[in-house]
């Protein structure tokens, strides 16, 4: 069984239902404290009653400053939502690691974003090096992957588009609530990935709900494949994409037939016009709730809630 791991300002802990044992570890950054797996097992086999976990305030439980790499449109539901036909060429992009933010945290949207967007991802939070030319296969993945959190890749979407700017639009400090559980995983869970659903709802209504099984490049491929040209190391973080749900989608195909003919300037401005009616996009006040757990709580994320709010 998985392990869930709860980072606070105080240090690190071990939750058990709806109490929490303190790991007495020296460990500052998620890397040391992968390196000391068996203070973690010592918390996780303590007598001890614990510490509510409603009394903790919960931190990012993936330390920065580290490597932040995504997926980009991994699932078949998302590639139908964004308009994608017949096979996908796998593809990566940076985010920066100052936009890893806390499960608890406001998501605040900078003043000229006007189309924030949410995705719930995946994360895998690496817990050996993963040098350049590495075949992962998927009885590797428990030498590479420490334990998974749940992530949201918060996305400015009117950046993203105009600029075809992904590590700008996305990379926004508050752009990656982690957490709030590091599910540090056994072996034998890494079989159990495929059942693992993601949740994301908007104030209360349910945008994205996917399982794993909705994934188009695997972990195991995912690691192959971004070997290639890129090194990770332990605390590095991949997210690993997102289902279809977003409140961004493709127009459909006569009318991107016909914005295709169109000056890029009056296209955009066309488009984020009908945009503008949709209500799906994040304003301030509404609470995103995002969760991955598998149906029977095996593994179970935790539930990440964060508020949104706009720039002073």
Known sequence: ?????????????????????????????????????????????????????????????????????????????????????????PAFFRKASGSVS??????????????????????????????VGTVVEERDLPTYVAGLVVTNDVSARDVQLTKTQFYESKSYPTFTPTGPHLALLEPEDFGHLLDLRLKLSVNGELRQDRTLADMIVRPAQALTLLARFQTLDPGDLLLTGTPGGTALKAPPKAVEKIGA????????????????????????????????ATPDGRIDLGEQRTPVADAN
């Open 261 to 292: 003919l169109l000056p890029p300037a009056v296209k955009w401005r066309a488009f984020f016009k009908t945009q503008a009616k949709n209500p799906h996009y994040l304003h301030q006040g509404d609470v995103v709730t995002a969760t991955i």
């Open 1 to 89: 069984m998985s392990t869930n791991v709860l980072r606070t300002a105080d240090g690190w802990w071990v939750v058990r239902n709806a109490r929490a044992v303190r790991v007495d570890t020296k460990a500052v950054t998620t890397a040391e404290l992968l390196a000391d797996r068996a203070a973690v097992g010592e918390a996780a086999g303590s007598g001890e009653a614990g510490t509510p976990v409603a009394d903790l305030v919960a931190l990012s439980p993936v330390t920065t400053p580290c490597r932040v790499v995504a997926q980009m449109v991994n699932y078949r539901s998302h590639a139908r939502d964004s308009g994608f036909t017949g096979d996908i060429p």
């Open 102 to 131: 806390g499960p608890g945290d406001a998501i605040v949207r900078p003043s000229h974003v006007n189309f924030l967007d949410y995705e719930v991802e995946l994360g895998l939070v690496m817990g050996a090096s993963l040098p």
